[in-house]
């Protein structure tokens, strides 16, 4: 057996990972539905302006990444993205969400959309990781 490091592993690699996990959560807890979310903000050409990625797992709904590009921010673009994954997960089950947010990027918006801190971790660079909470039921 051997350690290998791997930065620019395979996504067939990182899929066994991804799906011993799940195996291994179902097994334990009988959560057995599990769905992507991939909510996208298009432009007239089809374009990608901006979009929200997660997981609904567990009746959660785990925002991982929502983005919308610099010049539409401000127009409630990334509220109309985070208010369509939330209803999602509703329809799924879900009763609570919750995102990670770096302290530069956008925990304010997610607290004036509802989202509670609950933790915080400082970071050597004074950029430090938040973690936020809703309830959605």
């Given at each position: ?8 592993a395979s996504?067939d690699d990182?899929r ?10 179902i097994?334990?807890?009988g959560f ?10 298009r432009?007239?050409l089809?374009e990608i ?11 959660w ?19 109309a993205l985070l ?5 999602f997960?509703?329809?799924r ?6 995102v990670?947010s770096?302290?530069?990027?956008a925990?304010?918006f997610y607290?004036?959309?509802g989202?509670?801190r ?6 050597p660079?004074?950029?430090g990781?938040?973690?936020?909470r809703?309830?959605?039921?």
């Open positions: 057996m051997r350690i290998s490091v791997e930065p620019r996504d990182k066994v990972v991804r799906e011993r996990v799940d195996l291994y959560n097994a334990r807890t057995d539905e599990c769905h992507e979310v991939s909510i996208f903000l432009g007239d089809g302006r901006g979009g929200l990625l997660g997981l609904v797992w567990g009746g709904l785990h925002v991982q990444h929502l983005w919308v590009e610099e010049a539409l921010r401000g127009g409630g673009h990334g509220r208010e369509a994954a939330e209803a997960a509703r329809e089950g879900c009763t609570d969400a919750h990670e770096h302290s530069f990027q925990p304010e607290e004036k959309l989202y509670q609950f933790g915080e971790i400082a970071k660079s004074g950029h990781e938040v973690f936020l809703k309830r959605l039921a």
